[in-house]
């Protein structure tokens, strides 16, 4: 069975376009998936335990559910369990040139590899976990992969990178269906999701993550902010430094905090 598109199957001849984008590195590359396989998936169909997982509720993250500890469908685990191999590990190193990358065995217990938002939902810009759960090995680089079908540009769910700041939007990389997005992940690329518009279909995604052997990972790019890598969790950046202090909202400040001394005195 074909899942990956036989077009991805060497890297990389994007390399270049890689390492070249702003504001930091990535490559969009449609028609992911093969596609009589993508043809057969149906993301619709797919119910989730909203009770299990998580799901998120407040200003920042809104109306998303993620699978962490809860069983894959069959289908979305063949896919995530694609991402994993070492074949298409070794196709990323190739377009990064990050020759020690590899993916965690964690699953989707420490981590969640598939999420869904819904209407009104929202994701503001953050940077995610800095290392791998077991390892404590530096996070360098993300894929996401929309599946959701027949999704309107008016919907939103857009996938958004920041600034080094995480304060001022500088891409916007609409969703698209069967579309994958690949990026660099550092202390300082900030990402996030515009508001869904939509209350006819659910924004699906698959979300895989990969690390570094090195804790110098980023040497060999030229990057628009500090080549370094520090520990830090998922952190977020709200729109006025006030937003911090409801109470609702509050613990995103202590990680903000620690990012912002980490991130000078790196």
């Known amino acids: 069975m074909k899942i990956i598109n036989e077009r991805y199957n060497d890297l990389s001849k994007f390399s270049s376009n890689f390492k070249n984008q702003k504001p930091f590195p990535h490559v969009i590359l449609d028609d992911f998936l093969d596609k009589d396989f993508f043809k057969d998936l149906d993301v619709e169909k797919i119910e989730v335990n909203k009770n299990k997982g998580t799901n998120f509720q407040t200003d920042i993250e809104r109306n998303k559910w993620a699978s962490k500890n809860v069983e894959l469908s069959e289908t979305i685990s063949l896919i995530v369990n694609e991402l994993y191999k070492d074949k298409f590990v070794k196709n990323l190193q190739t377009l990064t040139n990050i020759n020690d990358l590899f993916s965690t065995d964690v699953g989707n217990v420490e981590l969640a590899n598939y999420h869904e938002m819904y209407e009104s939902g929202f994701l503001g810009t953050h940077v995610d976990h800095s290392s791998e759960p077991t390892t404590g090995l530096p996070h360098v680089l993300n894929i996401i992969l929309y599946l959701s079908k027949d999704w309107k540009k008016s919907w939103g769910g857009s996938t958004v990178f920041a600034n080094k700041d995480g304060t001022k939007i500088e891409k916007t990389i609409d969703y698209i269906p069967n579309r994958a997005v690949i990026f660099l992940h550092s202390p ?3 990402h996030g999701v515009t508001k869904i518009e939509n209350n006819l279909r659910k924004r699906s995604t698959i979300y ?3 690390y570094s052997k090195s804790k110098s990972p980023y040497s060999h790019l030229d990057l628009n902010f500090k080549n370094v890598w520090f520990k830090h969790p998922t ?10 202090f409801p109470k609702k909202n509050r613990k995103y400040l202590n990680k903000m905090l620690k990012h912002k001394i980490k991130s000078l005195l790196a």
């Open 235 to 244: 952190t977020f950046i709200l729109p006025n430094f006030k937003d911090y």
């Open 208 to 210: 895989v993550d990969y």
């Open 188 to 190: 300082f690329t900030f």
